[in-house]
């Protein structure tokens, strides 16, 4: 059964940084493109940013550009994500999610973690 | 940037066929995916590359795409359907949500 498993999130002052990670297991991790999605509270689901099975391209969206970076440890079956100059906006559920190819494809996504909650207040 | 459009909210009653479009410039063009998100759970695939179900998926879940417009259908609808539902596509450098519908069974 595939498993994601986030972790990180938690409680950080606007202007700071946070990492998460999301621990995959149960299926060959290097073989596939790799999501952030985020949640704002009563809002809709926002693609955050992708890296490609072997880490050779990554891209984001506007909102998080410069300011947050995808990465993955193939060796350690581990997704990241460095959050730094976080702002009250960025307040969400974040979720790792599984492509279904290498990169971004035209299948979407057919996993999804559970989440973490990132809450940027003072 | 490319925008996909959703109605907030689509309410149906139990048995009755519910239908959840998603509107874009010349959508039917592209591959889309549906998911539903349950409060307090993981967002799930129903429908990826525009028709297909994912194994585990229920046949009462179909889907469309031509012109503008994907269409997710659910035939015989049942209290457990209830949940918000979004509709994606993508482009070479990004993931696009649609701003999601919330299904309702009555």
């Known amino acids: 059964q595939v498993q994601l498993v986030e972790s990180g999130g938690g409680v950080v002052q606007p202007g700071r940084s946070l990492r998460l990670s999301c621990a995959a297991s149960a299926f060959i991790f290097s073989n596939y493109g790799m999501h952030w999605v985020r949640q704002a509270p009563g809002k809709g689901l926002e693609w955050v940013a992708v890296i490609w099975d072997d880490g050779s391209h990554q891209y984001y969206a506007d909102s998080v550009k410069g300011r947050f970076t995808i990465s993955r440890d193939n060796s350690k079956n581990t997704l990241y994500l460095q959050m730094s100059s976080l702002r009250a906006d960025d307040t969400a559920v974040y979720y790792c999610?599984?492509?279904?190819?290498?990169?971004?494809?035209?299948?979407?996504?057919?996993?999804w973690g559970q989440g973490t909650l990132v809450t940027v207040s003072s | 940037s490319y925008d996909l459009t959703q109605a907030p909210s689509v309410s149906v009653s139990p048995g009755q066929t519910a239908t959840i479009t998603c509107s874009g410039d010349k959508l039917g063009n592209r591959h889309c995916s549906w998911y539903q998100h349950k409060a307090g759970q993981s967002p799930v695939l129903v429908i990826y590359h525009s028709v297909k179900r994912p194994s585990g998926i229920p046949e009462r879940f179909s889907g469309s795409n031509s012109g503008n417009t994907a269409t997710l259908t659910i035939n015989e609808t049942q209290a457990l359907d209830e949940g918000d539902y979004y509709c994606q596509t993508w482009d070479r450098t990004s993931l696009i949500f649609g701003g999601g519908t919330k299904l309702t069974v009555l």
């Open positions: 999610a599984r492509d279904m190819q290498r990169g971004i494809s035209a299948n979407g996504i057919d996993f």
